[in-house]
Every structure is written in C-alpha cells, then in structure tokens.
C-alpha cells in the first residue's frame, strides 16, 4: 500500500520556517538537521517538511520555480481545517502570516479563507467539512 507521508516546502531558512509554522499553528518539530538543510513537523498522518534552497537546488539539477512574496502564490495550497478561522487567521498574522482572503462563508456551509506564509507558500485555513 502506498501511503502519502510528507509536502516538502524549499525554503530559505529552515528553522525560521519551522519556527513560523510551530507559533502560528502549534504543530510540533520533529527535527531539524545539523546543517539546517531539512526538518519536519508533526501534522497528523502527514507531515509538512522543509528543504532548504541550497539541498533542493542539488536533488534538482534543472532548478525549480521557487516560492516568492514578491509573485503570485503556486497553484497548490496546504488546508488546515479547525473551528475558529478567526483566531488561527490573526495569531497567523501576528507571527509574519500575510492574509490574501479573509474568511467568507461558502455556500456549502464551510468557512474559508487564505493566507501565505513567511516564504509565501498559500495556506487555507478552513472549518471542517460537515
């Protein structure tokens, strides 16, 4: 059986990534390496990674397109579904959290709204699906 394990993100800092990801939305770290090149956090059955530019640039020989406030977000986007959008929204912002939407009733009963992270990867921050 094939299992979906991790998302790694390519980052400019891993630590610092981590860090955000850890205050805005309490995962927890399950490591870092020495070298700061890649880490983990612990999300449920699958965890959110962080590869650093420089490691990914060498797994990659072509490059890669990377992840920019300065652009528009990727097409992908990483959801974390919880009761309060709100309070996730504004301790998200509080940590460096850019917000793009704010939460918007859809018509299917779900709230929804965006954000982009520090390295300005998109995140849905959603109620359940019901």
């Known amino acids: 059986m094939l299992n979906y394990s991790y998302t790694i993100l390519y980052v400019e800092d891993v630590t610092k990534s981590i860090e955000f990801y850890e205050s805005s939305f309490g995962f927890k770290r399950i490591f870092i390496s020495p070298e700061n090149d890649y880490g983990e956090l612990e999300t ?3 965890k959110i990674s962080f590869a650093s530019k420089k490691l990914a640039s060498s797994n990659l020989k072509n490059g ?3 992840s920019s406030l300065n652009q528009k977000p990727f097409g992908i986007e990483l959801g974390f579904a919880t009761e309060n959008v709100s309070e996730v929204l504004e301790k998200a912002k509080l940590h460096g959290a850019s917000i793009l939407e704010e939460p918007k009733q859809k ?3 779900q709230t929804v709204s965006y954000i982009r992270d520090i390295d300005g990867f998109l ?3 959603c109620t359940p699906m019901k």
Request: charged share 15%.
């Open 44 to 46: 449920g059955n699958t």
């Open 64 to 66: 890669f397109m990377e």
């Open 107 to 109: 018509p299917w009963g």
């Open 123 to 125: 995140i849905e921050i």
